[in-house]
């Protein structure tokens, strides 16, 4: 659905999520989270892009708590590390140090590294 290894900004706002990717100073991607997920003006229903993106049904909030860095699935098997922690849970690896993050399962991989 989506394949994307570019620059992006991302933007939190008090209920929502805005994402843009850029390749070449132009928008490849923008998605925003609110009580929908739109990728370029299509929006689907949290349920319904879980499991087009993911192909999992996946709980409504995952691509928020893994964008904002948040523990995964009420934090089930955390693990503190020196800059972050990680949490393996059924084919879910996933990792946040310091600003960086990685997301893995059988579907899908997002790494997100903060640039200074």
Wanted: charged share 30%; net charge positive.
């Amino acid at each position: 659905m989506i394949k994307i290894s570019d620059f992006g900004f991302m933007h939190e706002y008090k209920n929502d999520i805005s994402l843009q990717i850029y390749n070449l100073a132009l928008i490849v991607a923008e998605i925003k989270i609110s009580n929908n997920i739109c990728i370029n003006r299509g929006c689907f229903s949290k349920s319904d892009f879980n499991a087009k993106f993911f192909k999992q049904p996946y709980y409504d909030e995952i691509l928020s708590d893994i964008l904002l860095k948040k523990p995964l699935f009420n934090g089930v098997n955390l693990e503190k590390t020196e800059c972050g922690f990680s949490q393996n849970y059924k084919e879910i690896s996933y990792e946040v140090c310091k600003n960086d993050l990685k997301f893995k399962d059988k579907n899908v991989k997002i790494i997100l590294k903060e640039q200074k």
